[in-house]
């Protein structure tokens, strides 16, 4: 297998989402031997937000495209690549003001294209991204898988709708929550790590 994890936390070793990630990633690769790992890091390697010059590189056709262009659109083209050679992806995602970071939200930007990644047809949408198995590692301070806060959990159904629409239907959302409270906080990265379930 081939594995693509998706940092975007800053906090290196001291944030719940890698430590989540990397635990979800242990147990698949003892589940798959042999499997590889590729570590896409938005926090030291952040995309840029899209600027005029990438989106017209997005609809010029490659032979048309100035250099200019060329170098523009290349983030996307990697990111496409990285998420194409991969068979599982995992995706760190930490809770922000309610949303994702940034960081990751440029990285979204960059591998939703018309065309590419997705597209539209007399019967509606098209996701080309398929047979992927994504696992979103969510960590957030607070409780947001029930309770009065759920509402407030723009994270997990942001990803499963952008994903979806892409053709990664198949996505599992680990939570490392309640990171901000004591008695909840030094069980929460495990109790996440728990619930996840791989398949052989």
Not at 116 to 143: C, Q
Request: aromatic share 8%; proline share 5%.
């Amino acid at each position: 297998m081939n594995i693509l994890n998706i940092i975007s936390s800053p906090r290196k070793g001291a944030s719940a989402s890698i430590q989540l990630a990397d635990g979800i990633i242990e147990k698949l690769q003892a589940a798959h031997a042999g499997s590889t790992v590729t570590v896409r890091d938005l926090a030291t390697h952040p995309f840029p937000h899209l600027e005029e010059a990438t989106l017209q590189s997005f609809f010029t056709p490659a032979e048309g495209r100035s250099p200019e262009h060329a170098a523009a659109v290349k983030h996307s083209d990697d990111a496409i690549q990285e998420i194409m050679d991969a068979d599982i992806i995992v995706i760190g995602a930490p809770l922000y003001n309610f949303g994702i970071p940034s960081t990751l939200k440029a990285w979204v930007d960059h591998i939703a294209r018309a065309g590419i990644t997705f597209r539209y047809t007399a019967n509606g949408p098209e996701g080309l991204v398929k047979g992927k198995k994504v696992y979103v590692a969510l960590a957030s301070g607070g409780i947001y898988s029930e309770g009065q806060m759920a509402s407030y959990d723009f994270v997990a159904p942001y990803l499963k709708a952008v994903l979806g629409f892409l053709g990664m239907t198949d996505v599992t959302v680990a939570r490392a929550e309640g990171m901000a409270m004591p008695g909840v906080q030094d069980t929460a990265v495990q109790k996440g790590i728990d619930s996840v379930t791989i398949s052989a």
